[in-house]
């Protein structure tokens, strides 16, 4: 029972923490060095950074050509982090791309935090973090002042906050079942408040408070804690596991959805305070009754309602657009910035920012996430339901909506199922290496082992090698037009 019930203990491995400071500070270099570049705006830096700086000056979102409030579409989180920067920095270009850089740093931190509890391996799960150092798809996004980036870092914050939570709920039963509580006896069940269930809650919320798309992942997250109560209870030996599992913590799971609209709407709060947000008075212009608590709370429904309308009706062709179904392949990346003029030692030369992950990397998602299926069915691995829920969470709904309305989509959408692909991958790894058994502590080093170990090496190695052929065009680097040309391996896909 306590092998069924174990979770992992050893947090303050010091080793653990070694790699991770290692990989961090590689990640933050590589985000941080020349963030400030290129000059001006890039892609939708038109858009951010300048309502960022717009909510410092009067708490919402303005328009200067009509000196009034601008109407906006995304709730203003993201913003108000991007906002943080030009306070500190000023209105320029480390301004208003710094706090994307630590976002993108702190994804990474998170990760190998959530692989080495998966994983209960350093060595795996420092290659989670250097999978993600090494993407240029990551690097782009962590470099650029845009709002999936930290979309990204609160999905995974709460995907973490819920593994503690199913650690936690296990080592609670656990302790119970060790001082003498008999699960088939009359006794009610030991009770245990989830913590970290409303960590996740306020993540969550936060998550919510930067895109709307954050709700995708809702009900799967939700069904990921019902399980993991059920099988919890199952392995303790309680009697009746699902229905006691299912409504046990349904009222916990609501508590913390709760939380989740608390904190959302705590980050309107610019819109509540001032007077001058947009539809901020919509009931009174139209002659309703606007009560001084619900009237806010129902004006800002309405904004809402506009605003759900204006995404889904946004069918508007774009050249950099692209489906769901080609994200993973590399379909159709986005351009972020583009110049030719400059000196590089060539008779023409480019300087380009592609929003692309790196080939290698992202080519290998599909084989692994068959191979996450596969494994996952035939060693009943929680770990691989867990990193597929996530995937699915991240990705299927915009398969909907891509054949329900044909919304207009871009490959930047797939971030925040980031992390989930990229764990897949070091879980193949993982199973490459070890045999379906596990290995014993202390046991004898396998031929498998010794086998997969190397394979995971070389796999890690060549994804840095690609990463670093790539760089120049994830960082805008002036290079020869020769060169650039030569990396545009899907030809006119990716121009």
Known sequence: MRRRLATLDNWLNPYSWLVTALIVSIAAVLRLVGVDRPKGYIFDEVYYPTDA???????????????????????????????????????????????AAIAGTLMILVLIRVAYRLFHSIVLAGAAGLLMTLDGFQLVLSRTSLLDIFLGLFILMTFASLLLDRDHYRRRWLRALENGYDPAGPR?????????????????????????????????????????????????GADHAVLRGIFGGLGYLILSFVLTVVIYLATWTGWFVTNTGYFRHYRQANGMDEPPVLGALLNLMHYHYEAYTFHSGLTDRHPYQSWPWQWLLLGRPVAFSWKSNGNCGAPSCAAEILLLGTPLLWWSFLPALAALVWFGIARRDWRALAIGTGVVAGLLPWFYFAVADGRTMFSFYALPALPFLILAVVYTLGAIMTPPGG??????????QLIGTIVAGVYVLLVALCFAYFHPIFVGQLIPYDDWSARMWLGSRWI
């Open 188 to 236: 009610n069940p030991p009770l245990i408040f989830p913590w970290w269930l409303m960590v996740a809650g306020i993540t969550f919320g936060l998550a919510c408070g930067v895109k709307w798309s954050a709700l995708f992942f809702a009900p799967f997250f939700a069904l990921l804690v019902i399980v993991w109560r059920v099988q919890a209870r199952r392995s303790a």
């Open 53 to 99: 700086w717009d909510m410092l000056q009067h708490g919402v979102e303005w328009d200067e050509k009509v000196n009034g409030p601008a109407y906006v579409v995304h709730p203003p989180l993201g913003k108000w982090l991007i906002a943080l920067g030009e306070k500190a920095f000023g209105n320029n270009e480390l301004g208003w791309r710094f706090p």
């Open 439 to 448: 290995v014993a502590a202390g046991e004898r080093r396998t031929d498998r």
